[in-house]
T-cell receptor
Framework: EAGVVQSPRYKIIEKKQPVAFWCNPISGHNTLYWYRQNLGQGPELLIRYENEEAVDDSQLPKDRFSAERLKGVDSTLKIQPAELGDSAVYLC????????????FGAGSRLTVL | AQKVTQAQTEISVVEKEDVTLDCVYETRDTTYYLFWYKQPPSGELVFLIR??????QNEISGRYSWNFQKSTSSFNFTITASQVVDSAVYFC???????????????FGAGTQVVVTP
């Protein structure tokens, strides 16, 4: 069974440029999470989806970040425009359902903003 | 609000030594779940264990063992006879139970870097 697939693995951009990250969760996993992990810190939730509905986006900086999960499968996280402080690893995770189910993480997308 | 504290930033050991990682949590929920994840240099977080708040039995899995103490709000993790392959960052995480507002929300600690040298 394929795991959570993320792309790109690495991205280097100039500040003020846009960037997008893509995530394909495990087949059948209804819940999808986007986390941001800054260097030396634990993952911090950006947004959680139940199928195609964003059920928790309270931590998403909506002025520059957006996300979508069309058809309740793949998801895209976009930053426009990027700032220096957005440099981090963006992790996607999925689970069969909300709650105590185990999160399965992708390898992450490392963003460097110059 | 939920909080997970991993006070140890980095632990260095020589191969075959035991290493214990501390995790202290705060929650107002009466039901909750605790987790440990491993993040090797490749970057992907790997699930190790899940424990619910009603089960205080310690658990052993190979060289890994976990000590859950509700009285001290701790969920510590011990690697026995460490190996170089154990070198990674280890995260403790907390999620609320099904009947709580924290259901589906995972709060991670800052992580502990374990370095095992030959």
């Amino acid at each position: 069974e394929a795991g959570v697939v993320q792309s790109p693995r690495y991205k280097i951009i100039e500040k003020k440029q846009p960037v997008a990250f893509w995530c394909n969760p495990i087949s059948g996993h209804n819940t999808l999470y986007w986390y941001r992990q800054n260097l030396g810190q634990g993952p911090e939730l950006l947004i959680r989806y139940e199928n195609e509905e964003a059920v928790d986006d309270s931590q998403l900086p909506k002025d520059r970040f957006s996300a979508e999960r069309l058809k309740g499968v793949d998801s895209t996280l976009k930053i426009q425009p990027a700032e220096l402080g957005d440099s981090a690893v963006y992790l996607c995770a999925s689970s069969p359902g909300t709650g105590a189910n185990v999160l399965t993480f992708g390898a992450g997308s490392r963003l460097t903003v110059l | 609000a939920q909080k997970v504290t991993q006070a140890q930033t980095e632990i260095s050991v020589v191969e075959k030594e035991d290493v214990t990682l501390d995790c202290v949590y705060e929650t107002r929920d009466t039901t909750y779940y605790l987790f440990w994840y491993k993040q090797p240099p490749s970057g992907e977080l790997v699930f190790l264990i899940r424990r619910n708040s009603f089960d205080e039995q310690n658990e052993i899995s190979g060289r890994y063992s976990w000590n859950f103490q509700k009285s001290t709000s701790s969920f510590n993790f011990t690697i026995t006879a460490s190996q170089v392959v154990d070198s990674a960052v280890y995260f403790c995480a907390l999620s609320g139970g099904m009947t709580t507002d924290s259901w589906g929300k995972f709060q991670f600690g800052a992580g502990t870097q374990v370095v095992v040298t030959p």
